[in-house]
């Protein structure tokens, strides 16, 4: 439902609802035989202001019910199984802003703040740590972007850096592990003329090697310590045409 109560304001409330259907566990060792289905609903209310000539700022607020949340579990033999982890909500706050620094150069973010816990458990005090797992309390993203003539050309040139929040990865203790917050750097510069492009691209700028959401191999991750780093500093160019 979209409300515009001025030329430059929008507001909208949005519903939603969905869910995943439950199965069986082939493998004998699974602690539940049979997991149910999940249901997820969710709302959302938000609006959008425009500030000016490429300029607008936007803000939502939102809130979901997560029941019979479905989730893994790694198993003796390496393999994996599903059960049901319980019940869980999420409420928090997004934000974006697109804004024009003078005629050629924009500056862009976002940001939110959330809180995704499980409210109820079917593993009793099992669970130690109820937050949901890969779902930071914190993300943010900043990019400043420029339109520039150099010759004939026409380019643009781009930095930004985004951060990731702390978060564990699983409710299974044997998979679970605490990931800090860490906080990438990107930059770009481009040049068009004629159909044809040449860009330069460089990623994780800063080389950092900080943990992220995922282990290697399931068959030895109780013997072994496993980690998965960020893609390590690339730098990239390419050349494309356009027909």
Known sequence: MTWKPSANVTAFLH???????????????ASQPTYE??????????????????????ATVF???????????????????????GNAHNSGLEGRIHLAVGKATMLTGGLILQSARLASSNQGSEIEDRRLP?????????????????DSWDG???????????????F??????????????????SLSRDGWTAELLGENLTNSTADTFGFGNPYRVRLVPQR???????????????F
């Open 15 to 29: 519903a939603a609802s969905g869910y995943r259907p439950g199965g069986i566990n082939v493998q004998r060792d």
């Open 37 to 58: 289905a999940d249901e997820l609903a969710s709302v959302e209310l938000g609006s959008r202001i425009e500030l000016g000539e490429d300029s607008s700022a936007e």
């Open 63 to 85: 809130a979901s019910r997560w029941q019979h949340v479905q989730t893994d579990e790694l198993l003796t033999n390496g393999l994996v199984a599903t059960r049901n982890a």
């Open 134 to 150: 890969a779902v930071p309390q914190l993300a943010a993203r900043v990019e400043l972007g420029h339109r520039f003539h150099w």
């Open 156 to 170: 643009e040139a781009s930095i930004g850096g985004r951060y990731i929040g702390a978060t564990h990865l699983s």
């Open 172 to 189: 299974d203790p044997v998979l679970d592990r605490r990931t800090p917050g860490h906080a990438l750097m990107d930059a770009h510069v």
């Open 228 to 242: 998965t780093p960020a893609r390590p500093r690339s730098i990239g160019i390419s050349l494309s045409r356009s």
